[in-house]
């Protein structure tokens, strides 16, 4: 047994897979186990998610750390972290309270546009509001466009409140920081009320219908609002961070029960099960979607989860040698209860974190692919955030493919409209622009100025004169797709440093479209 003053620090590695090579997997395994030596958390448990394209929910898992410390040391009848171990999720319990929204919306029993005292009544006159400002709506709440003060760490303290008691509280009055749907303001307090609408509106009880709707569906078995129903054996203790910088510095927490704050925190699970309920959001962006989860949430609702409806002010980049900011890392903000981020290197990314006394948590996948890591710790604040987001850049560098998006497909009509684009490009046949020009495209340029563009960017290009002879080779299926009703092709010139031939298409908007944009241009080379 280590002694206090070192942590201790064993670790399961990374559970082997054959889809994440094995640096991959050593250098993520390393990050959570460093974490954990450093004294930055007691113990952490953490899982690869599988993405669309993966029949695995779960391609890895790995731990760190243990279940709960006493003095530094392993406490008497607890155990090392695992891939069974059950954590606290806290605000990642947000996405859930947001997805039950969603779900009484499709359902018709409530309005995202209604002000909450339409639900909640004791809400009424609980807003401090200028004389022309709405009162705050479900869609403000959702959102964190309510105006109402950040409440953390006071709202981590508020769990167990229970009706009353928070009817009291709002008699009292809710302060804000500015008028509602004009800024983001992160809002403990704005989901707690969300909880009561779900309540009212269903005449039950949140912690049931997140129950009844998603956990016992999707097969969460280890996702409680309750340690009571779980086994106790598996929950890892919460741990807060004393004034030292060794193992000593984990001092176990107790627990609070589940009231109205709970709506915004109150969920515990595994990383198996939290993967799982990645995995049924994400599935709204895959291809085709199974049967039961449109049942339980339509992938549009899910969709509409994860678009920015909120943008955070991010700080800028530092200034440059000439004084100037280059501008900022990323672009930020907040849908229905998850994070949306757009990063210049990974692109798009949903998220949501969970920071309690005791606990730090953070799921976090890859928009296009469905691939995600999360992880989940028992110390307050741990740094699963830092972690998990360089665990995902690892899986970009080592495992290329598992980042990497399915092209956009054209759609059949654009193909269509491609072949024959590409025939008029060749023959210049009236006929062919005749059948697939849109009655923008002549009045814009002449068919006879288009053929001479051509001439000048394959002549540029060094493909020679004869555009027969020169674009013999293109085929629709060839461009790649923009989207699904633009393409473009790329002819390398010929000669060193010559620039290429680029032939851009897009269809109108019509069902039925035709062609409003083809351009020929030679490009400088790459």
């Known amino acids: 047994m280590p002694s206090s003053s070192t942590a201790p620090r064993p670790s399961t590695p990374g559970t082997p897979s054959t889809t994440v090579p094995p640096a991959a997997l050593a250098a993520i395994s390393a990050l959570f186990e460093e974490a954990v030596a450093g004294h930055r958390t007691s113990g952490v448990t953490w899982a690869i998610i599988g993405g669309h394209d993966h029949e695995q929910a779960v391609l890895a898992h790995g731990a760190a750390g243990y279940r709960e410390l006493d003095a530094g040391q392993l406490a ?85 409140m229970t009706r009353e008691e928070f009817a009291a509280l709002l008699a009292g009055g809710l302060g804000h920081v500015h008028h509602p749907d004009t800024g983001f303001e992160y809002s403990n307090t704005g989901y707690a009320l969300l909880g009561r609408v779900i309540d009212e509106v269903t005449g039950s009880d949140y912690t049931a219908q997140i129950r009844e709707r998603f956990l016992e569906p999707l097969g969460m078995a280890d996702t409680a609002f309750e340690t009571s129903t779980l086994d106790a054996s598996r929950v890892a203790t919460g741990h807060r961070l004393a004034d030292r910088t060794d193992a000593t510095r984990f001092e176990p927490v107790p627990l609070d029960s589940p009231g109205v704050y709970g709506a915004m925190a109150g969920l515990f699970s595994t990383v198996d099960d939290v993967a799982t309920w990645v995995r049924f959001l994400a599935a709204a962006d895959a291809p085709d979607s199974a ?94 955030v830092p972690l998990s987001m360089q665990a995902l850049r690892i899986l970009q560098r080592e495992a290329p493919a598992l980042l990497a998006p399915a092209a956009t497909q054209a759609a059949p009509r654009t193909l269509e409209a491609a072949s024959a684009a590409l025939d008029w490009l060749r023959t210049g046949e009236d006929s062919v622009a005749d059948a697939w020009f849109a009655d923008n495209m002549d009045l814009d340029t002449s068919r006879a100025e288009r053929r001479r563009r051509l001439d000048t ?38 000669g060193d440093g010559a620039p290429s031939l680029r032939i851009d298409l897009l269809m109108d908007p019509r069902r039925e479209a035709l062609v409003q944009s083809l351009d020929t241009t030679a490009v400088a080379p790459r």
């Not at 029993?109 to 705050?136: C, I, T």
């Not at 004869?466 to 473009?488: G, H, K, P, W, Y």
């Open 457 to 494: 960017a394959l002549a540029a290009t060094g493909l020679g004169t004869n555009s027969s002879d020169a674009l013999a080779s293109l085929r629709a299926e060839d461009a790649t797709a923009i989207s699904r009703a633009q393409l473009r092709w790329v002819l390398p010139g010929v």
């Open 291 to 384: 049967t039961r989860e449109q049942a339980l949430l339509s992938s549009a609702s899910r969709r509409e989860m994860q678009q920015l409806k909120r943008h955070h002010r991010m700080p800028a980049l530092p200034a440059g040698e000439d004084g100037r900011s280059p501008g900022f890392d990323r672009i930020r903000g907040y849908g229905f209860g998850l994070v949306v981020e757009q990063f210049p290197d990974l692109g798009e990314i949903i998220s949501h974190s969970g920071g309690y006394p005791g606990y730090g948590s953070f799921m976090v996948w890859h928009r296009p692919t469905g691939v995600g890591i999360v992880a989940l710790a028992n110390s307050k604040y741990a740094p699963a």
């Open 76 to 160: 008497a009848g607890s155990a090392p972290m695992d891939g069974a171990t059950i954590s606290r999720i806290a605000s990642m319990t947000k996405s859930f309270t947001a997805a039950t929204l969603l779900a009484l919306r499709d359902e018709g029993k409530l309005r995202l546009d209604d002000p909450v005292s339409a639900y909640v009544p004791e809400a009424a006159g609980a807003f401090e509001l200028a004389s022309d400002d709405p009162e705050p709506t479900l869609r403000h709440l959702l959102t964190m466009g309510g105006g109402l003060v950040t409440d953390n760490p006071w709202g981590d303290r508020q769990e167990a």
